[in-house]
């Protein structure tokens, strides 16, 4: 059982990708990540030794911080965000405990650019309506919380990310765009080895409304009528992106927690 400082990698995993999940700090050795480069969803790497630079960041937010065995690193690096008034727990028995438990793992060595404030900056098309939504809150949930996302005119998408030092997407001729009949969203999936039930049954969704295939998915056509609205509710692309983000949290959540449950009211129609 984990002590009061401490968050076991089930109930850690209960809360990635919800809008109630931590700040996730990884603080393992260059050796332990040259080892396994993979990392938990939406982690930080941060130098342990440096942390007078960065522990600001964390102010006012939840966090738990791993090494490779949730030993003096983390147990360290916690007690020091602590001292500084953060809410600082660590993850009982690391990243180790997280891998051999089959929990998500991301590899995140595709991402080639980063700004200086170490952020993924992404280039799309503006004016979006699934899968340019549907990949920024992927992204943000699972990879990179403080990714940057730019929408310009489709025909500049290719200079501004040259300009810029940003990633297209969902681009003819990008490598994060549709393959074949999968969209980009399952791309991203694919490449970023995010693997699990429910995020695969929510691409299901997001390749039938992004594709206009909804016989995929009968939630797909209702995908498509919100995303719509969304689009017209907002001039704004990123206030969109904003908007959107509770529309996907319910969505992945009903994937993760809630497909077997029904809706019947009044609760005696058809009865006799």
Not at 36 to 58: C, G, K, V
Not at 156 to 179: C, K, L, N, Q, Y
Not at 223 to 229: D, I, R, W
Not at 235 to 257: G, K, V
């Amino acid at each position: 059982m984990p002590s009061n400082t401490e968050i076991s990698a089930a109930q850690l995993a209960r809360l990635v990708g919800t809008p109630a999940a931590p700040a996730v700090i990884d603080v393992r050795t260059a050796e332990d990540v040259a080892a396994d480069p993979r990392s938990l969803p939406a982690a930080d790497h941060r130098d342990p030794r440096a942390i007078e630079t960065w522990a600001r960041l964390y102010a006012g937010r939840q966090v738990v911080v791993t090494c490779q065995k949730g030993g003096k690193l983390a147990q360290g690096t916690a007690a020091r965000l602590r001292a500084e008034g953060i809410r600082a727990e660590t993850l009982e028995g690391g990243f180790e405990a997280w891998r051999d438990g089959g929990a998500l793992l991301v590899t995140r060595s595709v991402l080639q650019t980063r700004d200086d404030q170490g952020r993924a900056v992404w280039v799309t098309r503006a004016r979006p309506k699934i899968d340019r939504i549907a990949c920024p809150w992927l992204i943000r949930r699972f990879v990179d919380p403080r990714a940057v996302f730019l929408y310009v005119d489709a025909a500049e998408v290719s200079a501004v990310a040259e300009v810029f030092g940003a990633t297209p997407f969902d681009i003819d001729g990008a490598f994060w765009s549709h393959r074949g009949e999968r969209c980009t969203f399952d791309t991203m999936l694919d490449e970023f080895g995010l693997a699990s039930e429910a995020l695969a049954r929510l691409a299901t969704i997001v390749r039938g409304a992004d594709t206009d295939r909804h016989d995929l998915a009968p939630q797909a056509a209702g995908l498509l009528a919100a995303s719509l609205g969304l689009s017209r509710m907002y001039r704004d692309d990123l206030e969109q992106l904003d908007a959107s983000m509770a529309l996907y949290d319910a969505l992945y959540r009903w994937c993760r927690d809630a497909v077997e449950e029904t809706h019947d009211w009044p609760a005696s129609r058809g009865r006799k």
